[in-house]
């Protein structure tokens, strides 16, 4: 439930965009904060996933319209644009270490003179999300929790379609975290391999086969 204040953008009024780029970088639209840890530390969700969002004193913070803020000015239930490097932490948590945050739900400064629209609504698709699998039609190396690329991808794609594990109403990520290991466990196990929640020679092999028959 959210309460409607003066000035205040709501996480139900905007759509949201995950871009996670070959070069590592991470950009968020629309994220919803939902904590705030430490001064250091907050986190926010976008698509139902929990980001862990780390703070340093390169860290920019900015209203909707561009203008400079103070990090103490960011609420839970605010609306923000995150761009920084992905992480993961030794739990698998996932995280991002923001170079940017930018508070759509402070409207303070000079707006554009044109009408303002923050963020268009897209459908969200699996080429919405970073690496896109697009020509890539086998997987080529070792894969393992905290990676990400466009074999990631197709890994996830492959799971996602034979019904292993990953949610088929969700665009897959080209990040290894850890629903794509569990996913790949339960795969493993089913194929007398041995699920230890990465790929390998012997798994790559097998999946490579498979994708050869779809």
Known sequence: MFIVLPGAVL?????QEMHIYPNGEAHFIGAEMTNKHALNLIAVKIWNIKWFVSIDSDTRFESAYGEKIA??????GH??????????????GIGIEAVLIKDLSIKTGVP?????????PVVQTASAVAPVVGEQKTITQSLK????????????????K??????KDEPVTGYFGKLT????????????????GSVGPRTRALINSLLGKQ
Not at 162 to 167: M, R, T, Y
Not at 181 to 196: G, S, T, Y
């Open 11 to 15: 996480a139900s009024s905007h759509s």
């Open 145 to 160: 929790l905290g990676m990400r690329g466009a074999e990631v991808a197709l890994l996830q794609s492959f799971l996602q």
């Open 112 to 120: 554009p003179a044109a009408p303002v629209v923050q963020i268009t």
């Open 162 to 167: 034979n019904d292993w594990g990953l949610p």
């Open 79 to 92: 609306i923000l644009e995150v761009k920084g490097k992905p992480t993961v932490d030794r739990d698998g």
């Open 71 to 76: 990090s103490g000015e960011l609420l839970v």
């Open 181 to 196: 290991r569990q996913a790949l466990m339960k795969f493993q196990e089913a194929n007398a391999l041995e699920a230890i």
